[in-house]
Nanobody
Framework: QVQLVESGGGLVQPGGSLRLSCAAS????????MGWYRQAPGQQRELVAS???????VYTDSVAGRFTISRDNAKNMVYLQMNSLKPEDTAVYYC??????????WGQGTQITVSS
């Protein structure tokens, strides 16, 4: 069992930036591929960024060039730096452990609202 705790959400104006953090429990973190998902009201949860256990990132097209995923294995942390935020980025953001490409374990999520 892995416990995940997201933080860093809030209200930001369009064009602004936020950095999300996800703290993971356990001693196996460095072996996990990790992902950041988001779910907007009335929408399905979608994967926006992932990072392999070797630190290789992948982004969905809608956030490529604006978001950066990173990890610190020594701290059991994964981050999502979000720049040039748009109203359509408004959602609850979750981190997850990816196993065989599928999400396993969810945190409580953190709300991002992009609005002027």
């Amino acid at each position: 069992q892995v416990q995940l705790v997201e933080s860093g959400g809030g209200l930001v104006q369009p064009g602004g930036s936020l950095r999300l953090s996800c703290a993971a429990s356990g001693s196996m973190f460095s072996r996990y591929n990790m992902g950041w998902y988001r779910q907007a009201p009335g929408q399905q949860r979608e994967l926006v960024a992932s990072i392999t256990n070797a630190g290789i990132p992948v982004y969905t097209d809608s956030v490529a060039g604006r978001f950066t995923i990173s990890r610190d294995n020594a701290k059991n942390m994964v981050y999502l730096q979000m720049n040039s935020l748009k109203p359509e980025d408004t959602a609850v953001y979750y981190c997850s452990v990816l196993q065989l490409g599928a999400p396993n374990y969810w945190g409580q999520g953190t709300q991002i609202t992009v609005s002027s």
